[in-house]
């Protein structure tokens, strides 16, 4: 069965990093799409990054560019989500995300519905 568990969420202040990771396991890791969304209360769903399976193109909402990084380890079936220069505007519950490559239509890595597995979220609270 597939799983996805995400761990290094905590509090930290402005400005400072984290770095989220997801590890994957129950199947061949290689061959998905990973994202990462967040979801912060009261609000909806939000798209962060995303990183194809062989990890040769990303993808980052706006708000994100220039201090959010995805990586992936195919050997270690692990996504991170390196956050640099934290917000309090960051704040949320953050998700990874994986898409099969049977999963039909057309990619759009901003869209939570093109993604098939979920894990249970780690929470990041950044403090002013």
């Known amino acids: 069965q597939v799983q996805l568990v995400e761990s290094g969420g905590g509090l930290v202040q402005a400005g400072g990093s984290l770095r989220l990771s997801c590890a994957a396991s129950?199947?061949?890791?290689?061959?998905?799409?990973m994202g990462w969304f967040r979801q912060a209360p009261g609000k909806e769903r939000e798209f962060v990054a995303a990183?194809?399976?062989?990890?040769?193109?990303?993808y980052y909402a706006d708000s994100m560019k220039g201090r959010f990084i995805i990586s992936r380890d195919n050997a270690k079936n692990t996504v991170y989500l390196q956050m640099n220069s934290l917000k309090p505007e960051d704040t949320a519950v953050y998700y990874c995300a994986e898409r099969s490559p049977y999963h039909s239509g057309s990619y759009y890595p901003g869209r939570a519905n093109g993604y098939d597995y979920w894990g249970q979220g780690t929470q990041v609270t950044v403090s002013s």
């Open positions: 129950g199947r061949t890791f290689s061959y998905y799409a």
């Open positions: 990183i194809t399976w062989s990890g040769g193109m990303t």
